[in-house]
């Protein structure tokens, strides 16, 4: 792969117009114009390049400007390599000049000779700021040079970390092959650049088995090029891989696919199905009816009871936000337009409002869920005994499922102490017991756990994460809920007797769609 190159620089003749236009003195240049004439602007060098390419390479604004009000070239039909003055002015990093040649109107997509935008350039010499505002004006993202390489396979071959990141970021695919069947992770291994590589490897980017045109993995690249580092790191993710594709089949085969796993789902069922009741019908139910009658009657009411609720918890969307929204598009567009300004502390709190996976904006307490892959309002917890995520919509129902669910337990508990206070040879009960028992303790610590949400208006995600999430953290460090405004108002929250605070839906989230 070769970059970008523009003419090889020569040192300042003032007595050519491309030396004057080179000095930084506009005074020089409109001298020499006076002398000469305007129509000097537009001579070319001896490879047809303008003074318009030189001042915007080596130039001052000041001089652009005065080249621009006088109409002196600024496209590309004059030079071979069709090289616009843009295409340099992007090698050089000089965003002033881009911007002032965008506003005269020259194309942000025009391809040089090689098939090199100004986005491709820019990227070659790990230029942000410039890539930034040429995204913001609508730049191309999937441009391919002649060899099929994009933007961001060359932010990778060139080694830049951070416009790798962005370029990503934005949504330039990272799974595109070039014309020589390499991906982003080959020429990350040819360039030796570890950081890049790691980037790569642990967002899972992309495959590490996949082979060029030559046979050749990423791996084999980096290891004919001698860097040792890239190559253990590979072989240890390697193995990983391994590993990790070997227990995934097995879990597959056995489980169903990740995320939508009804293995947990369905054993409850059989459990309580063809064991628990069985339990409670031929050895429970007989021995205490006549002097436990309404015992057994509320003990029916409640299963009928935690089975509705726990059908209604499976089967109710907990509360997915939008996806792929045109607030999270603008909202990029500002971040990116505005990243040479901002600290990496703000750069770090704007990202963190985004959802890459959903291309959402997420308002407070909405968090992306891992298993089903979709960003869930006011989010709590994945349960796999519902096979579903418990968040805003669907969280009056997991409690009064885990409610009658604990009373189920204690009340089947009750039973049998009742029955082994007759008499203790019933040895066929007790795996039962131990059952039973188990499942009132897992229940228990659900009970206990959705308790303490409705109490503290604390999401069990935020129970765990309060210190990551900003809007818990007071000036000083300590942490405080802002959304806890005294148990009476937590509990007709919880259970959607008064609308949810502003700060945690979607219309805060569209409200405010701009970088902070």
């Known amino acids: 792969m070769e970059n970008f190159k523009p003419k090889q620089m020569v040192s300042i003749d003032l007595k050519t117009i491309f030396g004057v236009v080179r000095s930084n003195k506009l005074s020089l240049v409109e001298q020499f114009v006076a002398k000469k004439g305007v129509n000097i602007l537009n001579e070319l060098d001896s490879e047809g390049f303008t003074p318009m390419h030189w001042a915007v390479y080596d130039g001052s604004v000041e001089t652009v400007r005065y080249l621009l009000n006088n109409n002196a070239i600024h496209d590309s039909s004059s030079n071979k390599a069709n090289q616009s003055p843009l295409h340099w002015a992007c090698a050089k990093g000089r965003l002033e000049m881009v911007s002032l040649l965008v506003e005269k109107g020259i194309n942000v997509n025009q391809k040089d000779s090689k098939g090199y935008t100004p986005l491709i350039t820019a990227s070659q010499f790990g230029n942000a700021a410039i890539i930034t505002y040429l995204i913001s004006l609508g730049a191309d993202l999937d441009a391919e040079d002649n060899n099929g390489d994009n933007a961001l396979h060359w932010a990778v071959y060139k080694a830049h970390p951070d416009v790798t990141r962005l370029l990503i970021l934005f949504g330039v695919n990272p799974k595109t092959i070039d014309k020589f069947g390499q991906t982003i992770l080959h020429l990350a291994c040819l360039s030796g650049n570890l950081n890049i590589v790691q980037q790569l490897i642990e967002q899972d980017f992309i495959d590490s088995q996949i082979c060029d045109?030559?046979?050749?993995?990423?791996?084999?690249?980096?290891?004919?090029?001698?860097?040792?580092?890239?190559?253990?790191?590979?072989?240890?993710?390697?193995?990983?891989?391994?590993?990790?594709?070997?227990?995934?089949?097995?879990?597959?085969?056995?489980f169903g696919p990740v995320g939508n796993s009804k293995c947990v789902f369905l054993t409850i069922q059989a459990l309580y199905i063809f064991y628990e009741y069985p339990i409670y019908l031929f050895r429970i139910l007989p021995d205490t009816w006549s002097d436990h009658m309404y015992l057994n009657l509320f003990f029916i009411l409640n299963s009928i009871l935690?089975?509705?609720?726990?059908?209604?918890?499976?089967?109710?969307?907990?509360?997915f936000l939008r996806q792929n929204t045109t607030e999270y598009h603008s909202f990029l567009k500002q971040l990116l337009a505005q990243s040479s300004r901002l600290t990496p502390?703000?750069?770090?709190?704007?990202?963190?409002?985004?959802?890459?996976?959903?291309?959402?904006?997420?308002?407070?307490?909405?968090?992306?869920?891992?298993?089903?892959?979709?960003?869930?309002?006011?989010?709590?917890?994945?349960?796999?005994?519902?096979?579903?995520?418990?968040?805003?919509?669907?969280?009056?129902?997991?409690?009064?499922?885990?409610?009658?669910?604990?009373?189920?337990?204690?009340?089947?508990?009750?039973?049998?102490?009742?029955?082994?206070?007759k008499s203790m040879d019933r040895y066929i009960d007790y795996p039962g017991v131990i059952m039973i028992f188990l499942f009132a303790i897992m229940a228990v610590i659900l009970l206990f756990q959705a308790t303490f949400s409705v109490a503290s208006n604390y999401t069990a995600n935020e129970t765990v994460k309060k210190n990551k999430y900003d809007y818990f953290k007071r000036a000083d460090g300590s942490i405080k809920n802002i959304f806890d405004k005294g148990l009476c108002y937590n509990i007709k929250y919880y259970f959607h007797l008064i609308e949810p605070s502003y700060l945690e839906t979607e219309e805060f989230s569209r409200a405010n769609g701009h970088v902070v």
């Not at 209604?312 to 907990?318: A, D, G, I, K, R």
């Open 213 to 254: 045109r030559n046979g050749k993995k990423a791996i084999d690249l980096a290891r004919n090029r001698g860097y040792s580092s890239l190559v253990d790191y590979l072989e240890r993710h390697e193995k990983m891989r391994r590993k990790k594709s070997f227990e995934s089949k097995l879990k597959m085969l056995l």
């Open 306 to 319: 935690m089975w509705f609720f726990y059908y209604s918890v499976h089967l109710c969307e907990p509360g």
């Open 345 to 421: 502390a703000e750069w770090t709190k704007n990202l963190a409002r985004l959802c890459h996976t959903c291309k959402a904006i997420k308002p407070y307490r909405a968090s992306h869920c891992r298993a089903c892959n979709r960003c869930i309002l006011a989010y709590d917890h994945h349960c796999p005994y519902i096979q579903n995520c418990v968040g805003y919509k669907n969280r009056p129902q997991f409690f009064f499922f885990v409610l009658s669910s604990t009373t189920l337990q204690l009340l089947s508990l009750y039973f049998f102490y009742i029955l082994f206070s």
